[in-house]
């Protein structure tokens, strides 16, 4: 996180306002939720990025304990999770979704760009110029 905190103050003015709601009003000390299954998975392993859907993040009531498919192509219809778009043979899709779990029920802040390096987390990199033209 420090580094994204050095090389971009726009994405510090994110990570400290709007990542989860499940921290109280008034903590300045908000930070990326952690995926619970990241240990568990190969997100990691998948070096490419998706096609930029959005550019900006989407907020979505998430439950603990319950596992979810955020989607890595960029070409699900259920933006952010994963409709299984990337199983069509026609598309040659690389990416597979993101599994992933939350500690705590709440409202979080999903990547829709599809070029975060915390996934399937927001972490801000939506507002790099090229992303912002890359959308209109």
């Known amino acids: 996180m420090s580094m994204i ?3 971009n103050q726009g994405a510090f003015w994110l990570l400290k306002s709007c990542y989860s709601s499940s921290a109280k009003p008034g903590d300045s000390a908000k930070t990326i939720p952690k995926n619970l299954l990241e240990d568990k998975q190969t997100a990691v392993l998948q070096k490419e990025n998706g096609a930029i859907f959005d550019k900006r993040p989407f907020k ?3 439950e603990k304990d319950k ?5 890595l192509c960029g070409k699900s219809k259920s933006q952010p999770l994963c409709d299984g778009m990337h199983k069509n043979e026609f598309l040659k899709i690389k990416q597979r979704p993101i599994r992933f779990k939350v500690e705590k029920s709440g409202d ?5 760009c599809k070029q975060t390096t915390h996934r399937p987390f927001c972490d801000g990199t939506h507002k790099q110029p090229h992303i912002q033209s890359a959308v209109k």
């Open 5 to 7: 905190l050095r090389r």
């Open 60 to 62: 979505i009531h998430l």
């Open 67 to 71: 596992t979810y498919s955020w989607c």
């Open 108 to 112: 979080y802040w999903l990547c829709n």
